[in-house]
């Protein structure tokens, strides 16, 4: 009987790897652009580049139609949103509230190390916005506010900052695709320095005033 149940729970993670597998290289070629919006994606060609089942596709596909990355029709088609400002806005207020909640929790509890991840995660996102490389500029930036996000255990805040964040960055993809700034780096480095200081208020402040500006980016014209 044990080992029966040990072939289930082994059977189940291998079909959850998958699953999670196909969702994140979809989800990644949607934000990065690779897959453009409106594209009509296909669980079969999906399943063929991927070099797995239909099924673990389809559970990814259904996953991100949730997530507002695909929009389906059933037995016609499924493909990928195009990019909605006012769904972009309403995104980052709701990101944005949750890194707020995340710094008013984390910020008391940060170490010295804490501290120098964020400072190295702002170093390489400077270099990454001056490089014009956006993969490394965006990587970086998730590094620094992830700090706050792991630090404060607030699992229901990391879900929901993993569940909406694609959706700005595929508008902020697109921004700096169309010469991006290092604006936001002293904006970094006005939070960090409010991390190192154990100023809670400051680094509320200062997310607060990040994530304003990302929900200005649905405001400009394209």
């Avoid at 897959?35 to 089942?53: C, H, N, T």
């Avoid at 509890?109 to 996102?125: I, K, P, Q, S, W």
Wanted: proline residues 3%.
């Amino acid at each position: 009987m044990t080992s029966n149940i040990s072939v289930v729970t082994l059977r189940s993670v291998s079909r959850t790897l998958l699953r999670d597998q196909a969702y994140l290289m979809i989800r990644d070629a949607i934000v990065a652009g690779e897959i453009e919006p409106g594209a009509v994606v296909r669980d079969g060609d999906f399943a063929e580049r991927l070099g797995l089942s239909r099924a673990p596709v389809r559970e990814a596909f259904s996953r991100l139609v949730d997530e507002g990355l695909l929009e389906s029709k059933p037995q016609s088609y499924t493909r990928v949103t195009p990019v909605v400002a006012a769904e972009v806005r309403d995104a980052a207020a709701v990101v944005g509230a949750m890194h707020e909640l995340a710094a008013r929790v984390a910020v008391p509890r940060l170490g010295a190390a804490d501290v120098e991840v964020m400072r190295a995660a702002n170093t390489r996102f400077a270099h990454a916005v001056r490089a014009g490389d956006v993969d490394g500029a965006l990587r970086a930036d998730d590094e620094l506010h992830g700090v706050l996000v792991r630090v404060s255990g607030n699992r229901a805040a990391a879900a929901t900052v993993a569940r909406y964040t694609p959706l700005i960055r595929r508008l902020e993809r697109r921004r700096f695709g169309e010469g991006g700034t290092c604006r936001s780096a002293g904006l970094h480095e006005r939070l960090i320095e409010a991390c190192a200081d154990g100023d809670v208020d400051e680094a509320v402040r200062v997310t607060a005033e990040i994530w304003r500006g990302l929900e200005g980016l649905a405001d400009r014209p394209d």
